[in-house]
């Protein structure tokens, strides 16, 4: 199966820092799954990785906050480098933009340089080219981007992990008694269009990106499964033994 997996800002930051335990988790749940499936992992925390490295640079300005981005993407891939190495794994950085699922010219190069890599057994880490496209810095949109890399490039499944361990009835943050949907078929044009309720300093789109990015992929026949990035066991039993002890599996009839 070829599964790609995308890990928000929230996952992968502590205290406004990367967090390079979670890195190495991140690294060494999918080193357990890389015998058995082709991995892509879509991977947020550019800004998070470059915030205070270079003196003077502020978040709160969009120039400064792409080239913390451009900073830190660098400083990221080295932790994935160095976190994938001791399973004998090696990452590629691939930088794409909305834009390129536009032009069948880049798609398809793209495409092809990912099935080279994955034929190769090096694992492919994609984020936004945040220095010509500036969507995820200001709303989130790794989401999206996720469910047209997992489209586009032939997965069978994404698996967002996310600061929520699943799709609630209503916000858990705001309602104690909100409910857990296990499996999910349709989502309402309500819940599509509400306005996006992101959790966290670094994160940028909250659930409503991850419904716009699961109702993109079953409108095309593919399934998507939303579940926590702290604790990584309810996806790792999903993915290793297709058992579903937590998360939402989205999934069309
Ligand atoms: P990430 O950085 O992992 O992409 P976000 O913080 O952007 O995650 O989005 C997840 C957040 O969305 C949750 O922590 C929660 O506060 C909020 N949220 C709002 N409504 C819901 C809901 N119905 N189910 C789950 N989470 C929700």
Same mark, same amino acid.
């Given at each position: 199966?070829?599964?790609?997996?995308? !890990?928000? &800002?929230?996952?992968?930051? +502590?205290?406004?820092?990367?967090?390079?335990?979670?890195?190495?988790?991140?690294?060494?749940?999918? %080193?357990?799954?890389?015998?058995?499936?082709?991995?892509?992992?879509?991977?947020?925390? %550019?800004?998070?990785?470059?915030?205070? !490295? =270079?003196?003077?640079?502020?978040?709160?300005?969009?120039? /400064?906050?792409?080239?913390?981005?451009?900073?830190?993407?660098?400083?990221?891939?080295?932790?994935?480098?160095?976190?994938? +190495?001791?399973?004998?794994?090696? !990452?590629?950085q691939i930088l794409?933009?909305?834009?390129?699922?536009?032009?069948? &010219?880049?798609?398809?190069?793209?495409?092809?340089?990912?099935?080279?890599?994955?034929?190769?057994?090096?694992?492919p880490?994609v984020?936004?080219?945040?220095?010509?496209?500036? @969507? +995820?810095?200001?709303?989130? @949109?790794? @989401?999206?981007?996720?469910?047209? =890399?997992?489209?586009?490039?032939?997965?069978?499944?994404? !698996?967002?992990? &996310?600061?929520?361990?699943?799709?609630? /009835?209503?916000?858990?943050?705001?309602?104690?008694?909100?409910?857990?949907?296990?499996?999910?078929?349709?989502?309402?044009?309500? %819940?599509?269009?509400?306005?996006? &309720?992101?959790?966290?300093?670094? %994160?940028?789109?909250?659930?409503?990106?991850?419904?716009?990015?699961? @109702?993109?992929?079953?409108? *095309?026949?593919?399934?998507?499964?939303?579940?926590?990035?702290? /604790?990584?066991?309810?996806?790792?039993?999903?993915?290793?033994?297709?058992?579903?002890?937590?998360?939402?599996?989205?999934?069309? *009839?």
């Amino acid at each position: 199966m070829r599964i790609v997996l995308k !890990v928000g &800002s929230s996952t992968l930051t +502590e205290g406004g820092q990367l967090s390079l335990a979670r890195i190495d988790a991140l690294a060494e749940l999918m %080193a357990s799954l890389h015998p058995h499936h082709e991995l892509l992992l879509v991977s947020s925390g %550019a800004v998070a990785a470059g915030s205070g !490295v =270079v003196p003077g640079l502020s978040r709160e300005n969009t120039a /400064d906050r792409q080239a913390m981005a451009a900073v830190g993407q660098a400083l990221l891939m080295r932790h994935y480098a160095k976190s994938f +190495e001791p399973h004998g794994i090696r !990452v590629a950085q691939i930088l794409l933009t909305k834009d390129d699922f536009n032009s069948f &010219s880049h798609s398809e190069n793209a495409k092809s340089a990912i099935g080279t890599l994955l034929r190769h057994k090096v694992i492919p880490i994609v984020n936004e080219n945040d220095t010509v496209v500036i @969507d +995820e810095l200001l709303r989130g @949109d790794n @989401d999206q981007l996720s469910a047209k =890399v997992a489209f586009h490039f032939d997965a069978d499944l994404l !698996v967002i992990l &996310s600061d929520i361990d699943g799709y609630y /009835d209503h916000n858990p943050k705001t309602h104690p008694k909100a409910k857990r949907l296990s499996c999910v078929h349709t989502i309402s044009a309500e %819940a599509l269009n509400a306005l996006p &309720s992101p959790n966290g300093d670094f %994160a940028t789109g909250g659930i409503v990106t991850k419904l716009k990015a699961a @109702d993109f992929l079953m409108q *095309r026949g593919k399934q998507m499964f939303l579940a926590s990035g702290f /604790d990584l066991k309810p996806v790792r039993r999903f993915l290793l033994e297709g058992a579903q002890e937590g998360g939402t599996l989205f999934c069309p *009839r």
